[in-house]
């Protein structure tokens, strides 16, 4: 009994050795990487992060990345970015596997506590000028009174200060069914929550990446869809049906109708069943959920060529709203005029009728800068910028906007002899501002 204890506890501690040496190789290698990659961004970003952690279960990730980006002001915090494998030594063995052209089993990504602030310069950029883009961008913005386009003022006036989010991308390669998953779960704190498993049906071998990319287009062998509703939908109905000056009813009624019509004038017709689907999805919140099962794995991109009809036959495509079925999930589709739907954004270069010289150098402009009389409530897309302010009791404030908090409160600091101060003015204390640029 004693040396068989003695023979476990040496194999203990001989694995505990390994699993060290193993943990530091991926520590430091891990390490080498990310500092490389660090500098490489450094011309387009600031990064930093907090450090290196290897977990025994087949993970390892950069810990508190703080990202800002060189062209705007704005900076993105992540808790944590990892790499996920089934087990250490699999994780051990990738980079191997990719430098003799192997495609591993199953890998995925993952980013926890990714936020992102409303007010800097990444989500409060203006909209595209009108006739830009296409006409199924900002179908969510229909019915919504004057507002064309959900940004950062939008969110903020909805009751969000950030994008708080957890989101984990990765596949499972099963080579004895020629079968590749794919997954993506993310949910957004307070706002949706979306988790997608895809099968994908796939000819010949996929153990290299070589063969992997030029294997047959991967045709459909299952889909499931889950859209969580977390808080969005009541926050976007009350802000929307306040814009429109309207009940909440006869909002979500007018946008599912300007949604529909829109779908429909631009080659897609979605049947009663999908219109309800939506309309009830507004109006309950919880879950929508779209599953397909075919019968047999399906091209996707055949699907257009069937009838809506048979397409839904040969997906075997369910619909459920909470826990009510959807009995008709039809839609009906011109292909035609969907691509020229798609294409309407796109820029079409005039040919000249006959050739045209070449213009001669432009001459150097010189941009002076000056202040431009600004509309108070438009201060949050000003961060960074400076500014003069006038309050309403007359007194002058000139200094560099830092933020706009909720509340209703702008945050300026202004030059002293001394040193600098920061302000906290009220919005509401502010007779006019103007903004240099």
């Known amino acids: 009994m004693r040396k068989l204890m003695t023979i476990v506890v040496a194999m203990l501690v001989v694995l505990a050795l390994m699993a060290g040496g193993i943990g530091g190789y991926l520590w430091y290698n891990t390490k080498q990487q990310v500092d490389h990659l660090v500098a490489m961004v ?75 602030p409303l007010y800097g310069g990444i989500l409060s950029a203006k909209p595209a000028a009108p006739g830009a883009g296409t006409p199924f961008d900002n179908l969510e913005a229909l019915g919504c009174g004057p507002i064309l386009h959900f940004g950062g003022a939008e969110w903020q006036a909805m009751g969000y200060n950030n994008f708080i989010s957890n989101i984990e991308i990765g596949y499972r390669n099963n080579t004895q069914q020629n079968m590749l998953n794919l997954q993506v779960d993310s949910s957004t704190r307070n706002w949706a929550t979306l988790n997608l498993d895809l099968g994908l049906a796939l000819t010949g071998s996929t153990e290299s990446v070589i063969a992997f990319a030029s294997a047959v287009t991967p045709k459909l062998a299952k ?134 010289p070449p213009p001669p150098p432009p001459k150097p402009i010189i941009i002076q800068r000056s202040f431009h009389p600004t509309p108070v409530s438009d201060l949050s897309q000003y961060i960074g910028k400076i500014v003069k302010l006038k309050t309403v009791t007359g007194v002058d404030y000139r200094g560099r906007v830092e933020a706009v908090i909720e509340g209703g409160m702008v945050r300026v600091r202004i030059n002293k002899p001394g040193g600098s101060a920061t302000l906290f003015l009220k919005v509401g204390d502010l007779a006019s501002a103007e903004v240099l640029y």
């Open 42 to 116: 450094r011309p387009f970003a600031t990064v930093s992060y907090g450090g290196i952690t290897v977990l025994p279960v087949g993970s390892v990730g950069v810990s508190q990345l703080r990202i800002m980006p060189a062209l705007v002001n704005d900076s993105i915090s992540i808790g944590a970015i990892r790499l996920n494998a089934p087990n250490i030594l699999a994780l051990l063995n990738i980079r191997r596997q990719l430098s003799q052209g192997q495609l591993p089993e199953a890998l995925s990504i993952s980013l926890s506590d990714f936020e992102l």
């Open 223 to 356: 889909l499931d869809f889950i859209l969580r509703d977390d808080g969005f939908n009541a926050r976007k109905n009350n802000y929307c049906a306040a814009k429109a000056g309207k009940p909440i009813p006869d909002y979500i009624a007018d946008h599912v109708r300007l949604v529909t019509e829109r779908l429909r004038a631009n080659g897609i017709d979605p049947g009663p069943g999908l219109i309800e689907a939506y309309r009830r999805y507004l109006t309950e919140g919880g879950e929508m959920t779209i599953t397909a099962a075919p019968p047999a794995p399906i091209n996707p991109a055949e699907i257009p060529s069937y009838t809506a009809a048979d397409a839904i036959k040969l997906l075997g495509l369910k619909v459920k709203v909470n826990q009510t079925v959807i009995a008709d999930p039809g839609v009906n589709w011109d292909a035609a005029k969907v691509a020229r739907a798609l294409d309407a954004g796109r820029a079409q270069p005039e040919e000249p009728s006959e050739p045209v």
